[in-house]
T-cell receptor, first 112, second 115 residues
Framework: KQEVTQIPAALSVPEGENLVLNCSFT??????LQWFRQDPGKGLTSLLL?????REQTSGRLNASLDKSSGRSTLYIAASQPGDSATYLC???????????FGQGTELSVKP | DTGVSQNPRHKITKRGQNVTFRCDPI?????LYWYRQTLGQGPEFLTY????????KSRLLSDRFSAERPKGSFSTLEIQRTEQGDSAMYLC?????????????FGSGTRLTVV
């Protein structure tokens, strides 16, 4: 069964800290993996998309990596800010154009 | 391009009533997806369309749920005889490519509360 897991469920850090969010997937035959941000009561905002042939993607203070052999992806946030507080979700795509399989999310709180 | 649009943003309904949600994808996006998200969980897949054709339905989509995309543009999701367990955020997404290689764009969702 194809499953995606995110641990921890919640994380609290002081402002300015660099942090890593983890995403694990059970099936390495991934097509691509997408990281999203979700603010309370809102929809999903796409942050980064990594194709199966790529090892990492960067956007500003965000860097996402993909290691298919170990079934892991990480989202690195540099110099965290209170505005980064949100829930971060990773989603794996196995079948081209098909359904995304989501993790449960990590709720991040960055304290001033 | 205003992104994926969902209406209404919030819906409160009494148990047993029917509700319908609408999703307008990004123009020229052929693929359209519906997901459901309950509190503290990641979104769960419900169904998706390629143009007007419904290609896959989740087992979560009971016979009380129906989705349509009649002209291959906007889509509607109807829930008949709502139950309290239907309370959730309903999310719509669209994709420009058939294979999902450019990722999926989500709307702001419709929050359903069944009382």
């Amino acid at each position: 069964k194809q499953e995606v897991t995110q641990i921890p469920a919640a994380l609290s850090v002081p402002e300015g800290e660099n942090l890593v969010l983890n995403c694990s997937f059970t099936d390495s035959a991934i097509y691509n993996l997408q990281w999203f941000r979700q603010d309370p009561g809102k929809g999903l905002t796409s942050l980064l998309l990594i194709q199966s042939s790529q090892r990492e993607q960067t956007s500003g203070r965000l860097n996402a990596s993909l290691d298919k052999s170990s079934g892991r992806s990480t989202l690195y946030i540099a110099a965290s800010q209170p505005g980064d507080s949100a829930t971060y979700l990773c989603a794996a795509l196995y079948n081209q154009g098909g359904k995304l399989i989501f993790g449960q999310g990590t709720e991040l709180s960055v304290k001033p | 391009d205003t992104g994926v649009s969902q209406n209404p943003r919030h819906k409160i309904t009494k148990r047993g009533q029917n509700v319908t949600f609408r999703c307008d994808p990004i123009s020229e996006h052929n693929r359209l997806y519906w997901y459901r998200q309950t509190l503290g969980q990641g979104p769960e897949f419900l169904t998706y369309f390629q143009n007007e054709a419904q290609l896959e339905k989740s087992r979560l989509l009971s016979d009380r749920f129906s989705a349509e995309r009649p002209k291959g543009s906007f889509s509607t999701l109807e829930i008949q005889r709502t139950e309290q367990g239907d309370s959730a955020m309903y999310l719509c997404a669209s994709s420009p490519r058939w294979d999902g290689a450019d990722g999926y764009t989500f709307g702001s969702g419709t929050r359903l509360t069944v009382v």
